[in-house]
């Protein structure tokens, strides 16, 4: 059985809310201490429910109960999700909204893009135009929680939104009826030397049906080998994974194995299908914070010999969980497994809370994540979650279906750890400027996101080759100064320029011409990127580029190659 969702129809009698013995069902026998537990639970209970300071609905109480067991079981993959939750626990990529993307500003919403598919698409909707009321009530000066939380809203529900628009004198009315809003998370580009690159945020339910358009649409335009980065990729539905491996794997090849303490769901997935890209090489960008599907994925690739894996190594969450549905429209997620790649490899690498990605899908927090995997990787980010162990002296050995040596210990280690690059000395100087005067990354970003608006209003015949200009700089310096109370160090700001042009570049091109654009503007910066793509455009076959990582046939030749790119 190749496929399997991980959404089980099975349902648990965990919880029953309304009785009083809601811990003893009649599925198992229970030891007398165990009744004396029970029995010590309820008069704690009913103790808290009758006489505590404060009134607390004895149903909740029961709730707070469920959520203090999983917070004892320290699994910080375990989670009881009640309905609010629901969409974002369950990896669904789609939300109640009219499928805008927005940023607040003092002047009322700007609109960035319209999302296709989606219910703003159906009206005439354009980039740079300000909704400055939104059911009657004023925009202005509104945060981006307030804006988001207003357009957002249950599916089928009405929102009567007033747009301002340049060179048109009176307000346009919409009134744009909230649906679902499918966020595609594969972003295909074709790079120097006809290499395709994917980019892929997240694997939700249509992941590979998106990989597999995006990478036919590469082919079509001339590419002869494919990257794909899973940077910042923190997992989302097996099924995708396995079927997404599918796609470059023989059939009957093994694609992970699941090893549980139930049988039921101890399961072995394997392809089912040919090859799609027979020949095709291929390369697997991976860092510390790919994680759970990426990193089924990139082991079964690389474990068949399939794709060389570059960056560092990843976050090592191998560990399946089951969503069982609970009364109310609730649900447990339950850590019911161990992942083990084809050679054996296990993923998993144990970790704490503290140590654990919190990238929401859809959050504002999650699209900075994806925007510093792809455009930031010179910066090195102190906030960053931890990146797996690279060094494999010490770790098990294990060997690929054609002989090559990989390494477990959790996580899965790379072919080639390729490190992205640090800022240049002026660069980094300027940096420290920004954090002395009290400006950090994130507010540095968000006033280049204001500049690029209002570069463009007052620039419209911008085009896409646009260079970032002296004079761009200036302006850009003169709205630091005027929107901060911050004194910025002049001489660090002229001699790190290139770092300004780098940010202004990608956010101008985004604004602008579209993500696409500034993905691009993005990775003419990043190293790791450059590496496989110079590798890519050497390599005729996957056994030639695999070869480049074989130390023991000739290292020199990786060496120069990877030099090429600096």
Known sequence: MPYRSLLSAVPVGLIAFATSGWLLQDSAPFTADVRVAHSLFERVHDHIADRYVDKIDAAELYEMAVDGLLK??????????????????????????????????????????????????????????????????????????????????????????????????????????????????????LLEGNVGYVYLSQFSVSARQEVEDAID?????????????????????????????????????????????????????????IDR??????????????????????????????????????????VMQNVFPLPGDRYLRLTTGTWFTPS???????????????????SQAF?????AALTLDPIDDPDAPPAGDDEPEEREMFRTSGGRLVYGGGGITPDLIVRPDTLMAAEQALRLSFLDAGLAPGEVDEMSLRFALQWMRTHPELTPDFVVSAEMR?????????????????????????????????RIASTAFGELAGIERGLRRNTVVANAAALLRVADSPEALLALALPDIDESVAREVLQESR
């Open 72 to 189: 004892e079981l320290g699994d910080p993959y375990a989670a009881f999700i009640r309905p609010r939750d629901r969409n974002a626990a369950l990896l669904n990529a789609n939300y109640g909204g009219v499928g805008m993307r927005i940023f607040a500003e003092e002047e009322g919403i700007t609109v960035l893009s319209v999302i296709g598919n989606s219910p703003s698409s159906q009206l005439d909707i354009r980039p740079l135009d300000r909704i400055v009321e939104v059911d009657g009530a004023s925009t202005l000066g509104w945060s981006q929680q307030e804006a988001t939380s207003a357009l957002k809203g249950p599916r089928g529900e009405p929102v009567d939104i007033t747009i301002s628009r340049a060179g048109t004198a009176s307000p346009i009315q919409y009134r744009i009826v909230r649906d679902d809003v499918h966020l595609v998370a594969a972003k295909p580009l």
């Open 217 to 273: 649409g590469l082919l079509e335009r001339g590419a002869t080998s494919l990257i794909l980065d899973l940077r910042y990729n923190k997992g989302g539905i097996l099924r995708e994974a396995v079927a997404l491996s599918d796609l470059f794997l023989q059939p009957d090849q093994e694609v992970v194995d699941t090893r549980a303490r139930d049988p039921r769901d101890s399961q072995t997935y394997r392809a089912a299908d």
């Open 277 to 318: 890209y027979p020949g095709l090489p291929m390369a697997v960008i991976i860092n510390g914070t790919s994680a759970s599907a990426s990193e089924i994925v990139a082991g079964s690739l690389q474990d068949h010999d399939r794709a060389l894996l570059l960056g560092t190594t990843t976050f090592g969450k191998g």
């Open 344 to 362: 054996g490899r296990s993923i998993h690498l144990p970790r704490s809370d503290e140590d654990q990605p919190d990238f929401s899908l859809g």
């Open 367 to 371: 699209n900075d994540a994806v925007s």
């Open 474 to 506: 200036r302006a850009f310096f003169e709205l630091l100064d005027e929107q901060t109370e911050v004194q910025l160090d002049t001489e660090a700001y002229r001699t790190g320029r290139g770092l300004i042009e780098f940010q202004l570049g990608r």
